[in-house]
């Protein structure tokens, strides 16, 4: 009886779990054209001005840009004011607020973090260029 004790014991304490805690790095990633890209914390930036936020994240010759307001939390959808654009190099940029649609659902939004997803369709800045560019599987986690 005593071993069934010792063993129920010992059991119990080697099964308890230690508390993890979830290290936020910044970052953000999303997918375009098949491929997914993924920024690091050197390659994305928040900027606030007049209650907006925005976030730009570049990669290679690549620009993301989303425009929201600074107290969002939940789905907001990227139509004026708020928009989102995907810069292309020199020669392509696209934006909602040219035409297309998109959301970002904001999960957290406090001192310490801004996290969420997003997609968005745009149509090329150049009218007579009737193109889009779709941007899907956005997340990012921004560490204020």
């Known amino acids: 009886m005593k071993q069934t004790i010792f063993i129920f014991l010992l059991l119990t304490l080697f ?17 375009y054209k098949g491929t997914t890209f993924t920024c690091s914390s050197t390659e994305v930036q928040l900027n606030k001005f007049n209650r907006v936020n ?4 570049t990669k290679g010759t690549q620009i993301i840009n989303i425009y929201f307001p600074d107290t969002s939390i939940g789905l907001v ?10 810069i292309e190099g020199a020669a392509n940029s696209y934006a909602t ?26 149509k090329h800045t150049n009218s007579a260029n009737n193109t889009f560019a779709e941007v899907t599987e956005g997340k990012f986690t921004i560490l204020q």
Do not use: H, W
């Open 15 to 31: 099964s308890c779990k230690k508390d993890e805690t979830e290290v936020l790095t910044t970052s953000l990633s999303y997918k």
């Open 54 to 57: 925005q976030i730009v994240a």
């Open 77 to 86: 959808k990227l139509d004026i004011p708020n928009s989102a654009e995907l």
């Open 97 to 122: 607020s040219q035409g297309g649609t998109g959301t970002i659902n904001i999960t957290r939004n406090d001192t310490t973090a801004l996290i969420g997803t997003f997609s968005f369709m745009a």
